[in-house]
């Protein structure tokens, strides 16, 4: 395969290195196995030695040449000779440091999350939250259940857990409350998922991921990710009819909580004020959790979240029609869009544009758009950067745990695998590695990573 390397040219290091860093080493741990938003807290990085300390000396900026040299075998090592692009850029200046087709638009699989984090905290910002309602029909005895696009809604939870999270045993104590002051203990129960419209799948989704469970419809009205329970994975863990599943588990909420529920849930249109609301974690929380368990239909729902902010409809095609305009006016090129997980095969990303979306994140001039970098993984310690044996300390790849944070991306014949990395003279660097090829595999790109987190490449 060509390689393409560029001499350096003059880089200044700047401040901005020690800001970049302090947010890659980061602060969010998250158990990824539930689907709903755990506690984010401070995670020490593990097995990386030689890690530098928070506050790094000065180091002089990485050699183009000596980048292209680490990264030589570990290509070559692939066996992929065509569809293999990678891009990296200095953290503190944007050099471009390694080049290879940076500019041909490849699959990312669910990379593409990337975009769509960025594209949620643009348009709403990081405190915005998502509330469900409940709502009371007084002439028909009936309480609407409207679903807010909350994806990480939940039936119970622990109520000591940080951050908090949404539950329809609290909205159905709330509810229970203020049908007692109208003298109600009897009710029909109607649900509302009005908000999202269109198309259940977009253009590039496999016919079968809705009929067998592995995705859901993304409607507005879900309890977590659409999953049939919290803990629910694999085939056939996903409802087919996510509303009428929340509505469901609404109901036996509110006998719970003292008030006799009528026949099952059917479809209605809330009107009014609601008598009892829940509201999500914000925006920054919900989408920290999307990045690090990588899900599909919370990056979905969240996206068409922004949909709604920017005036348009609450659908696939909504959706990406927002992202595409965000990415613009944020100066970014090289994003086509059928969805936002990653899911479609008809999606299209340069490398280019991956790496310089993760540098927005990282700038003082869009401190809004943080949380889509500290919800990257972090090799061998969270997230699905912590999967499947990646950056164990049985991988080749090991030594960079602790160093590389990335998201990851997977489908048949594709892999891809976007982030930053610190390697051992104090550079930080923004990478995105890309194969579209039948041999594709994660580990062929957590070498390249590794590679650059064991370069001394001043």
Known sequence: MPRVRRV???????????????????????????????????????????VAAAEPAASTPADPERIA???????????????????????????????????????????????????????????????????????????VLRGGGD???????????????????????????????????????????????????????????????????????MTDSGRISPEARGYGSRSTEPSVHAARAFAEQLKGAGIAVEGEPAPATASGAPIASVASAPMSVLVENMMLSSDNIMAEAIARIAAIETGREATFAGATATTHQILGDLGVEGVRLSDNSGLSTENEITPRALVEVLRLTASSEHPGLSAALTGL???????????????????SAHEGA???????????????????????????????????????QGSHLDALAAALSRCGCS
């Not at 755990?38 to 030695?49: C, F, G, H, K």
């Not at 293999?84 to 699989?109: I, Y």
Request: no cysteine; aromatic share 6%.
């Open 402 to 440: 602790g160093l590389v944070r990335g998201k990851t991306g997977t489908l048949n014949g594709v892999s891809t695998l976007a982030g930053s990395v610190h390697d051992q003279d104090g550079n930080t660097y923004f990478f995105a590695f890309m194969a579209n090829h039948p041999l594709a």
């Open 151 to 221: 994806a990480t809604l939940t039936a119970t939870a622990d109520s000591a857990a940080y951050p908090r999270v949404a539950t329809l045993e609290e909205l159905a104590e709330r509810t229970a409350d203020a049908l007692a002051e109208e003298g109600v203990d009897t009710v029909s129960l109607g649900y509302d998922d009005s908000m999202f419209t269109g198309p259940t799948s977009p253009p590039g989704w496999k016919p079968n991921y809705i009929p067998e469970g592995n995705a859901a419809p993304v409607t507005a009205l």
């Open 69 to 143: 040299d680490v990264l030589d075998d570990p290509m070559s090592a692939s066996g992929i000779e065509e569809g293999l692009s990678g891009f990296v850029v200095d953290g503190a200046t944007g050099e471009p440091l390694f080049v290879e087709e940076p500019d041909t638009p490849v699959t990312p699989a669910s990379t593409t999350k990337i975009i769509t984090a960025v594209t949620a905290l643009e348009a709403v910002g990081p405190d915005h939250v998502l509330s469900t309602e409940a709502h009371l029909d007084p002439e028909q005895g009936r309480v």
């Open 377 to 395: 993984p972090t090799a061998n310690s969270t997230g699905t950067l912590a999967k499947a044996g990646r950056y164990s300390p049985y991988s």
């Open 8 to 50: 350096r040219g003059e880089a200044l290091f700047a401040l901005a290195l020690l800001n970049i860093f302090v947010l890659v080493t980061g602060f969010v741990a998250l158990d990824v196995i539930e689907a709903r938003p755990l506690p984010a807290v401070p995670n020490p990085v593990t097995d990386a030695e030689g």
